[in-house]
């Protein structure tokens, strides 16, 4: 009797904490049912269990299930994307002003729109270059639409000196911006300093004006914040966006962008 009642015991415990990870993750009524049973069937046995036999019938159990693990795998996804989408929308309220009204960020489509969208971008990004046409797109057809380019060169020293030299042109000529943006992120082969100032040039800038600018330490404070908020976004890759209160990953299209745009306005 004492051994069946290890048993017993043993297989509760197993089967009760294989079941209670399957019964929490598809709301089964049945799996719930099986998890009381068990539970209930282990608490009775008043025993100690053996280890090696409680870790046998679990991985027995899951080898012959293994459809929880990808279940419970993906409950774990969907709690910490909502765990992060609550912690950007506190990063979001607390950055207002450097997410979507930092003076180092070009604007484009309507200064004054009635709803801001912020991209993330990198010269060197390829992602970045096809996305271009959907801010194109998005700023043509919606002309209530602001949007806000902000640097973030994540792709090596090219990339970074590209930032800096469209930085100072960007207070030098700030209605030149877009111009600037387009020629440099549209252009073929690699963003360097000397590929940005070569735009910066054909676009009225003195080259010694420039390059004093370009010293100018607040850029690299800029930089760095940005750095900073971007890592408390959890954005990571460029493109990525700030539309109202979402932080949207990914070059997804103007399609998904647009409906964004249009939840942010209904969200006024």
């Given at each position: 009797m004492m051994k069946k009642a290890i048993l017993l015991g043993t297989t509760g415990v197993a089967v009760a904490l294989a079941m209670l990870g399957f019964g929490f993750v598809t709301g089964s009524p049945q799996a719930a049912k099986a998890d009381a049973t068990q539970i209930a069937q282990a608490a009775s046995a008043d025993t100690r269990f053996d280890r090696a036999e409680v870790e046998g019938i679990i991985r027995d159990y899951l080898l012959k299930?293994?459809?929880v693990l990808l279940e419970a795998q993906e409950a774990l996804e969907a709690k910490q994307k909502e765990a992060q989408r609550v912690a950007s929308l506190g990063v979001i309220k607390d950055a207002k002003d450097q997410i979507f009204n930092s003076a180092f960020?070009?604007?484009?489509?309507?200064?004054?729109?009635?709803?801001?969208?912020?991209?993330?971008?990198?010269y060197n990004c390829g992602y970045c270059k096809r996305a271009m046409?959907?801010?194109?797109?998005?700023?043509?057809?919606?002309?209530?639409?602001?949007?806000?380019?902000?640097?973030?060169?994540?792709?090596?020293?090219d990339s970074q000196k590209a930032s800096v030299v469209s930085m100072a042109f960007h207070l030098m000529m700030p209605e030149k911006y877009g111009e600037f943006h387009n020629a440099l992120l549209g252009a073929q082969g690699r963003a360097t300093e000397a590929a940005a100032i070569k735009v910066a040039l054909s676009?009225?800038?003195?080259?010694?004006?420039?390059?004093?600018?370009?010293?100018?330490?607040?850029?690299a404070e800029a930089l760095s914040k940005t750095?900073?908020?971007?890592?408390?976004?959890?954005?990571?890759?460029?493109?990525?966006?700030v539309v109202g209160n979402e932080?949207?990953?990914?070059?997804?299209?103007?399609?998904?962008?647009a409906e964004k745009i249009e939840a942010a306005k209904a969200a006024l």
């Open positions: 299930n293994p459809e960020d070009g604007v484009v489509g309507n200064p004054n729109g009635r709803v801001t969208i912020v991209e993330f971008y990198d046409e959907d801010m194109q797109t998005l700023t043509t057809a919606d002309p209530e639409l602001r949007f806000v380019l902000k640097e973030f060169p994540i792709l090596g020293p676009l009225g800038a003195n080259e010694a004006t420039l390059r004093e600018k370009m010293k100018d330490p607040s850029i750095y900073d908020l971007a890592n408390k976004l959890a954005i990571t890759g460029t493109p990525s966006y932080v949207v990953f990914g070059a997804l299209g103007q399609d998904v962008l």
